[in-house]
């Protein structure tokens, strides 16, 4: 008998080598290499469904659209809802809400009527029916299962015949019959392929839940996005309630929405209307506060940007960043000091986007830049004020994608007038724009005057 052979693969991106490494050579991450035996395929192997080709036209159309889970947020994302057949990967952070999201999605399709079976095999079936009842998820027609073993869940699926089936998660589920460690890419993959082709031919809308963990300990589920049809990732920052669902891949449809949701003692809450939330705390005249319209594919969000400039003890001045990149801030502030002179060299800097949302698009640099300018020279922009453009290394201002989806939110909410690169559309009627073709421009549309002679916070201690 041939026997079992061992490969090494990359639990992130799957690349497989004959030896133990430190580094992928795939993906270039570190200790992310496991071992996994394989045993080897049985001689004569023959193909048991010859498949058939068609003209394009005759193949079968029917049966893919998409049925409505009933949650708003997460159909959006979706593009309608979940397709027979389809299997969807929903990935994030331990913690973030997973199981809850996807709990909410099956009471909802069972109380209009699907069919829904959870295999939980991360937790035992008392503790999520305790969790069932607060969100009111008792729902007959949702069944419930704590297993880890895949043929068991297979079989349970096979006999209930469900019309969704979600696996919580596939890190956890294992097949007895392979030879490598529960847990381990080997076993993720192979039981994800096996749920993909039960999935297919039980017509059979399949939801596997991923932990992402930022160290890859566990089998990221970036081995299993080629598998699925569709996956969606969960984010949000811990400390903030509230929840973000993308669409990384998806066969069915756009991958340009977002999902936005509010964690509540009562479980997930779509929020329709992020704009009342993101803005809802805002101190309108407060110095080195700016609002930016920004865009998260294809969905607008207005959000408050902040900036606090302080002259610094250190000799390293602080450079503190939330929900904005790191690299933007540090361009612009570059910019700021060699173009405009106002130097802060010298000062802590503390930015951040509020409501725990992530702004990392060009758009948000003029946003930035203001914030900072106006956190310097202590005065504040206008209260119906909004900016947004790119900031080039000259100095220069960039338009931006969209601006008139980005302007029409804007103005939805109040705001009546934005700083915007020259070249930027025409607004809606009623708002108006401030075209300025630089940096410097804008800031003097925007009330924040510089003078002539440096501002800001030289470096105490010359380097
Ligand atoms: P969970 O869905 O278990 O996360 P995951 O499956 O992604 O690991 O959610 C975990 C967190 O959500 C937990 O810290 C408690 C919080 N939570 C609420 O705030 N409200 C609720 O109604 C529920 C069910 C959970
Ligand atoms: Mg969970």
Known sequence: MAKARSTYRCA??????????????????????????????????????????????????????PRPVGLGELDRVLGGGLVAGSVTLVGGEPGIGKSTLLLQALAAMARRGTTCLLACAEESAQQVRMRGARLGALEPNLWLVAETDLSAILAHAGELRPDVLVVDSIQTVFDPDLASAPGSVGQVRECAHRLVRAAKDANRATVLVGHVTKEGALAGPRVLEHVVDTVLSFEGERHHALRLLR??????????????????????????????????????????????????????????????????????????????????????????????????????????????????????????????????TQTALPADMVACGEIGLCGELRQVGQTGRRLAEAARLGFRRAVVPASAPAPPAGFEVLRASTLVEALALAGLHLGTKPVGFPRAIPA
């Open 12 to 65: 992130e991106c799957g690349s497989e080598g004959p030896q133990w490494t430190g580094r992928c050579a795939g993906c270039g991450a570190w200790n992310t290499i496991v071992e996994e035996r394989t045993a080897p395929a049985p001689a004569g192997r023959t193909v048991s469904t010859p498949s058939r080709a068609l003209p394009i036209g005759d193949v079968e159309s029917e049966g893919w659209e």
């Open 247 to 376: 669409a990384v891949k998806h066969r069915f449809g756009p991958t340009s929405e977002l999902g936005l949701f509010e964690m509540t003692d009562d479980g997930l809450v779509g929020v329709p209307d992020p704009g009342r939330l993101f803005l809802a705390d805002r101190q309108a005249f407060a110095p080195g506060s700016v609002v930016v319209p920004t865009l998260e594919g294809h969905r607008p969000l207005v959000v408050e940007m902040q900036a606090l400039v302080a002259k610094s003890p250190l000799n390293m001045p602080r450079r503190s960043v939330q929900g904005l990149d790191p690299g933007r801030l540090a361009m612009v502030t570059a910019v700021l000091e060699t173009r405009l002179k106002v130097v802060l060299t010298g000062a802590d800097i503390y930015a951040l986007a509020v409501g725990g949302v992530k702004v990392v698009e060009p758009g948000a640099d003029l946003a930035i830049a203001l914030a900072l300018v106006s956190s310097v």
